[in-house]
Each structure stands twice: as structure tokens, then as C-alpha cells.
């Protein structure tokens, strides 16, 4: 069972992430670059017949959040073939992927939280961010979108 900080300021132990999606190999992260959720909200201040103010602000429906993590590329191959087999063929039927991801202690790998993913489409890989003259390794950046993540 994952283990959920006991309070909202205290601190964990971040080791690594674990991308845990169906169908998929277990894929470590070292960095989340973020979770981003955004809602848009549009209008603004209107004025009424009488000259008062009022507030005409429309909240819109929430975008799909994006998923951003870093990870060192060895012989990762996982996230390339579901980019190929999935979303570049337009399938989009087996794009959308289910799973978790865990926040894993450094000495033990022992889960410090857990989020339950759904509705996860692999948006954009980058690979790159390496300077020339010095040992780099070969990182990647990875972005998805993301249609609903909750705590466990």
C-alpha cells in the first residue's frame, strides 16, 4: 500500500518516479518538470444600465493537464513504440493509457505517494539539451496530457 505523507508540509524522501501505464514497461523518471491544470477563464467586468459593475468572468471547462518528466535515455525504448504503434498511426482507440505514478524513495525504492492516472496521451518526446566538448548524457523530455490525476 503507497505511503501518503501524514501532513501537507512534511517532507519526502524523492528518490525517482515510476510511470506505471498498461500495456507499457515501468518507465523511471529522475525529474516531474510538472503537473500543470489549467482552466480558462474569459470575459470580464461589464458595466450594468444603471453604471454599476458587474462581473461577467466565464469559467470554461478544464484543459487536460500536462505531464512534463526528464529521464536519461539507455536503451528506453517503451515511450518510442508507443508513439509509433498508437499515436502516429492514428489509433487512437489504444493512444489513451491508464496507470500510476509513484514517487519512490532514494535508499529503497519504497513508494512516498502514489497518483492515480486516466486518460493519458503521450504528447511530444524531446531528446537533446546536451552541450558539445564535455561527457553528456542523452536525456529525454517527455510531455502528455493527461484527462484525470487523483492521489491515492
Known amino acids: 500500500m503507497p ?7 512534511e517532507l519526502v524522501d ?4 515510476d510511470l506505471n501505464l498498461k500495456g507499457l514497461e515501468t ?7 510538472g503537473l500543470t491544470h489549467t482552466v480558462p477563464i ?3 467586468a461589464v458595466a450594468s444600465k444603471d453604471g454599476s459593475v458587474e462581473d461577467a468572468r466565464v469559467i470554461g471547462p478544464p ?7 526528464n529521464y536519461t535515455l539507455a536503451s528506453e525504448m517503451t ?10 498511426d492514428g489509433s487512437a482507440k489504444t493512444a489513451a493509457k491508464e496507470g500510476t505514478l ?6 529503497l525504492g519504497a513508494p ?3 497518483w492515480n492516472l486516466q486518460d493519458v496521451y503521450l504528447e511530444s518526446i524531446q531528446v537533446g539539451d546536451m552541450g558539445a566538448g564535455s561527457p553528456n548524457y542523452l536525456t529525454a523530455t517527455v510531455s502528455m496530457k493527461v484527462g484525470a490525476c487523483k492521489p491515492m
Open 42 to 44: 474569459g470575459g470580464g
Open 63 to 69: 484543459a487536460p493537464m500536462t505531464l512534463t518528466m
Open 3 to 9: 505511503v501518503t505523507p501524514a501532513a501537507q508540509n
Open 79 to 88: 515511450l518510442w513504440e508507443w508513439l509509433e504503434t498508437s499515436i502516429l
Open 27 to 33: 518507465i523511471s523518471f529522475m525529474q516531474i518538470s
Open 14 to 17: 524523492a528518490g525517482y518516479f
Open 112 to 114: 512516498q505517494m502514489t
Open 102 to 107: 509513484e514517487l519512490k524513495s532514494l535508499d
